[in-house]
């Protein structure tokens, strides 16, 4: 909408708001301003239907307001105010626009809390809490930024927890020390079929020290190496190689949690115990945890159920070291970590493979 006030002569004062007059409903985030030629502007103000003003900023030379806060959705929002010609003469700011109101909106969490300090091959994830129809939409809304220079992409993995997840992981294993903050600015964004995005999130966060676990089944040793250090070797006890439902998995495994004591249940071998010190290194039930039971054959025999049993003692000692995002690469085995085996398989993937799992490299 466009307003014009004569300002003497030849002179014209033109009041321009953004969205034009008639423009469909816009999202909360799309450009909104009022904007003067030939004049000034002394008084703006945007007003909710049901609340209060929105807060604004006028330009230096009083030419430009634009809004200070986010709008709503759902929302009819009328100008109020005046400019002043070149002669003093106010022409009024009048006019209205609406927001889009969403039939539904979609939530979204980020794994990594704010202020947490992680390992180098932990994932970002991004997970919503429906299904994502416009992943290039959605996708251009996420942003990571690094200290270090980091080589990375998204890539949309199947749906789970009751939505979409977008996973973020750079190139290589993330340099140590790393500061990274994720943002997901996914208010205003239509993500399809009239859902919208329901808040932005985001976190700041740090990569921790350099601990690789290197797990070759075949030495039935686990070695942990810090910063290219070996720092522990224990004698562990990997899945037994005669049976492929008990072989520990191959592949660059991720830590995602830990427990004191985990409950371990197996209908298809009739187990059911309470194992200790377990750290979980796939969502397909793989661990390295404390096995009392076979500590007479670890370090000469594979004899597990797919896990890594390791001593009491070596059990502990381990799960007091780990991070969120750790790498466990687990090599000698015939029966390779694919996206069969949970949540996090994004390392099973080679770069190129991998980057084609984005939805913005499919536009391209």
Aim: hydrophobic fraction near 35%; include cysteine; charged fraction near 20%.
């Amino acid at each position: 909408m466009s307003l014009v006030g004569c300002a003497g002569g030849s002179d014209t004062t033109r009041i321009v708001l953004q969205p034009v007059a008639g423009a469909p409903p816009i999202s909360p985030v799309a450009p909104v301003a009022a904007t003067v030629t030939s004049g000034e502007l002394r008084e703006v103000t945007l007003t909710p239907d049901g609340g209060p003003p929105v807060p604004g900023t006028l330009s230096e030379d009083h030419t430009r307001w634009t809004p200070s806060a986010p709008l709503d959705y759902g929302k009819t929002y009328t100008w109020g105010g005046s400019a002043e010609d070149g002669s003093g003469r106010a022409v009024p700011v009048r006019g209205s626009f609406r927001t889009v109101k969403p039939a539904s909106l979609t939530g979204a969490r980020l794994n990594i809390a704010d202020g947490g300090v992680v390992g180098i091959a932990a994932p970002i994830i991004v997970q919503f809490d429906g299904h994502v129809t416009d992943k290039e939409a959605a996708e251009r809304a996420l942003s990571v930024h690094t200290s270090v220079p980091t080589e990375g992409s998204w890539g949309w993995l199947q749906d789970d927890l009751g939505g979409s997840r977008v996973f973020w992981r750079p190139k290589d294993y993330w340099k140590p020390n790393t500061a990274v903050t994720v943002k997901a600015d996914l208010f205003g964004v239509d993500l399809g079929k009239g859902s919208f995005g329901e808040r932005n999130v985001s976190a700041n966060f740090t990569i921790g020290r350099a601990q690789v676990v290197k797990a070759d089944v075949g030495s039935h040793q686990l070695v942990v190496q810090r910063d290219g250090v070996e720092v522990a070797r224990y004698e562990a006890s990997y899945g037994k190689e005669s049976d492929p439902d008990r072989n520990t998995h191959n592949g660059i495994h991720v830590v995602t949690e830990k427990f004191t004591d985990k409950r371990m249940v197996n209908p298809q071998y009739h187990y059911d115990v309470m194992e200790h010190w377990a750290v979980r290194i796939s969502n397909n039930g793989e661990f390295i945890h404390a096995n009392p039971e076979t500590t007479s054959v670890q370090g000469e025999a594979n004899v597990s159920h797919g896990c890594v049993n390791l001593s009491t003692a070596d059990a502990k000692a381990y799960f007091d070291s780990v991070l969120y995002g750790d790498p466990v690469e687990v090599t000698g085995s015939p029966v390779p970590l694919s996206a069969r085996d949970g949540d996090i398989w994004v390392w099973t993937l080679d770069w190129p493979s991998w980057q084609k799992l984005s939805a913005l490299h499919r536009e391209s």
